[in-house]
């Protein structure tokens, strides 16, 4: 998969899960998003998926670029966020709660 799309009527929630999913599959993370309520979308899946991720003993952080695309043929300019999945050390009582 190239990105996973976010717009303004995306449920957090379920991008985060999409986000957790990948990272925990060791696949690439990218999320495009086009207009304002798409990022506020974004950010806060991000911020989601770190919840459900930092018990795992991974974190998670954006890289921000602009990317022109075309849409129904007209040019848009995006915004990109890539995700880099960094590796956490867990105390022992922390990592034998978690339920990853």
Excluded at 73 to 83: C, D, E, N, P, S
Aim: hydrophobic letters at 45%.
């Amino acid at each position: 998969m190239d990105c996973l799309k976010v717009s303004s009527k995306s449920s957090p929630s379920s991008v985060a899960g999409a986000i957790a999913g990948m990272v925990k599959d060791n696949v690439e993370v990218n999320l495009q998003c086009v207009g304002a309520g798409a990022v506020n979308q974004a950010m806060k899946a991000v911020a989601i998926a770190r919840g459900f991720l930092i018990p795992c003993g991974y974190d998670i952080s954006v890289a921000p670029v602009f990317s022109e695309i075309e849409i129904d043929g007209t040019a848009r300019t995006a915004l990109k966020l890539a995700v880099y999945v960094h590796t956490v050390t867990l105390s022992s009582t922390h990592a034998q709660q978690s339920a990853c």
